[in-house]
């Protein structure tokens, strides 16, 4: 029994590193372009953040849509393990509910400064959000391209080609962002909408580049990924938006609270509103780490599932939590101890006009780290009931914890007490717990619910 929690936590730890670096190298991308707005001022920072989280709301929910592709996959694989057709359905398919999404995500996002407006933020930050808008807005796309074929090779638990690709992405941002934003050698300094401009060609780059690996890799290439594309499969459709529409929802659920926090912070004052964003950069990047560990588990719960292991989906569910809040451990105690040299990567402590801004985000690290726990514990949770096709209850469970009792407690505390911006994070920090607890309990009964013993999805049909 010890050995095969040994080997589960080598096979979990073995596919999980791949997808945590990879990971941490697009949470680097959009580190980079928070650091490179740093330079520019408290006001463009501001500005960016505004834009940046409304980009991702949309973003985060069309992730969710195509992360359907990794349990179908993962299911299939488990069951039959040199699948090849239904592997490929899922993923041409994923790629059509991409391209469908895209198009209204983009009109939606053409007309930022009027939402912008629309909730309260001030004229000029949301005239700067919207000319960043417009140019970031066309990597969505490509990026869940990206995704899409990500999640291929990892439900084949061959992630590491999308460490060449992702690492080779950083710095290619960095030296498109910088090169648009300020300039150099005689070019335009375009400013925050050079920052879209380079975010987006990065993300083009990294779906040309990970197309191009399941199109010659020996490993992937009998696949035949992009063969005859044009072809419906509206089975195989219908399938990807049935369950990924609850994922959607549910990474929306989380994400809008961090976004309505924002613009909760901007209410507030450009301070605190730029304060929060550096803030939720470090503990954004901490994350990655839980959810390549989420992702794994999906990987690994949806492959047992298929083989109908009922005691290997226990020990691939358990194993990752388990690595999971060990790593919490680390990041809490890092972003309690040292908030100042963290947030010294975005603004010099010594400048006279920052100083407002460094002692809000110092403050605001803090309870970043407090809530570590509870966000590696959702993710994570989440990902390991997603390996049994189990959206719907997990999307429910977030609509309440993130906005029932997260958003509510949080506006609460930071405009009706002297807390402020603090009120804020304690909100964010109650609505993950509200979140993480019921997902991990929902787990812990899992046999006495039915969704372990219920037949696996049809990928046939």
Do not use: K
């Amino acid at each position: 029994m010890r050995g095969a929690w040994a080997a589960e936590a080598l096979a979990t730890l073995s596919l999980a590193w791949p997808l945590v670096v990879t990971n941490l190298t697009q949470g680097a991308l959009a580190f980079t372009d928070v650091v490179m707005m740093g330079w520019l001022g408290p006001d463009a920072l501001a500005a960016g953040a505004l834009a940046t989280n409304l980009h991702f709301t949309f973003l985060i929910f069309t992730i969710g849509l195509v992360t359907a592709t990794a349990p179908l996959m993962a299911i299939e694989i488990g069951r039959r393990r040199n699948s090849v057709r239904d592997v490929r359905r899922s993923v041409r398919q994923g790629l059509w509910v991409a391209i469908t999404i895209s198009v209204p995500i983009w009109i939606v996002l053409w007309n930022g400064e009027s939402i912008l407006l629309a909730i309260g933020q001030e004229p000029a930050l949301a005239a700067e959000a919207s000319r960043y808008l417009r140019t970031l807005q066309w990597g969505i796309l490509p990026f869940l391209g990206y995704v899409i074929l990500r999640n291929f090779i990892s439900a084949l638990e061959r992630p590491r080609a999308a460490i060449l690709v992702g690492g080779s992405a950083v710095i290619v941002n960095a030296g498109l962002v910088y090169t648009f934003m300020f300039g150099p050698f005689g070019l335009p300094a375009l400013g925050l909408p050079g920052a879209g401009i380079g975010t987006s060609f990065t993300h083009l780059f990294m779906f040309c580049g990970m197309a191009a690996v399941v199109s010659f890799d020996r490993r992937f290439r009998r696949y035949q990924l992009f063969g005859r594309f044009w072809r419906p499969d509206w089975a195989r459709y219908r399938d990807l938006w049935r369950l990924g529409l609850p994922i959607g929802v549910t990474l929306a659920f989380e994400v809008t609270i961090f976004t309505v926090s924002a613009f909760l912070m901007g209410l507030l004052n450009a301070e605190s509103l730029a304060a929060y964003q550096i803030a939720i950069q470090i503990a954004t990047l901490a994350f990655m780490v839980p959810l390549g560990l989420g992702m794994a588990a999906t990987v690994r719960v949806g492959r047992a599932y298929g083989r109908g292991d009922i005691a290997g989906i226990g020990r691939a569910g358990w194993t990752a939590f388990a690595l999971a809040m060990t790593f919490a451990i680390a990041t809490a105690t890092t972003m309690l101890l040292a908030g100042r040299p963290l947030v010294g990567m975005f603004l010099a402590h010594d400048e006279p006009a920052n100083q407002a801004v460094v002692g809000l985000a110092m403050s605001f690290v803090i309870y970043a780290g407090l809530f570590q726990f509870f966000d590696a514990g959702q993710v994570v949770a989440a990902g390991m009931l997603r390996g049994l096709g189990d959206t719907r209850v997990p999307m429910i469970f977030a609509g309440i914890g993130y906005w029932g009792v997260g958003f509510t407690l949080g506006a609460l505390l930071g405009f009706a007490t002297p807390l402020a911006g603090a009120g804020i994070w304690i909100g964010l920090a109650t609505g993950l717990a509200a979140v993480g607890i019921p997902l991990t309990l929902r787990w812990s009964r899992r046999d006495r619910l039915g969704l372990t013993t219920r037949p696996p999805p049809d990928v046939h049909a």
